[in-house]
């Protein structure tokens, strides 16, 4: 059994900062790829960033580069997004799965806004 726990979002103004947490509980290997994904009322869920389990491997979409860090912590079997100089279009919400993501791992998320 595989849950997923996001928390970490919040309101803030552009340029501001916050850090998403991802508790994965039912872990049976580390050799697997996690990722962070977003989505907004009306609109597809898209990848964010995702990690390579194994060594750490990152990848980002071009819009975060820069702004967005993943990172994990194997003894917490939690993932994380560093969040910087956020900018309204960030505002979301933020889910993590894996990468690909199964569909049966899908939790509530965790709202980002961003004012402007």
């Known amino acids: 059994e595989v849950q997923m726990v996001e928390s970490g979002g919040g309101m803030v103004q552009a340029g501001g900062s916050l850090r998403l947490s991802c508790a994965v509980s039912g872990l049976t290997i580390w050799y697997l790829t996690w990722a962070w994904y977003r989505q907004s009322p009306g609109k597809e869920r898209t990848l964010v960033a995702r990690?390579?389990?194994?060594?750490?491997?990152?990848f980002y979409i071009d819009s975060v580069k820069g702004r967005f860090t993943i990172t994990k912590d194997n003894a917490k079997n939690t993932i994380y997004l560093q969040m910087n100089s956020l900018k309204p279009e960030d505002t979301a919400t933020y889910f993590c799965?894996?990468?690909?993501?199964?569909?049966?791992?899908w939790g509530q998320g965790t709202q980002v806004t961003v004012s402007s």
């Open positions: 799965n894996e990468g690909p993501p199964d569909d049966d791992y």
């Open positions: 990690l390579r389990w194994m060594d750490n491997d990152a």
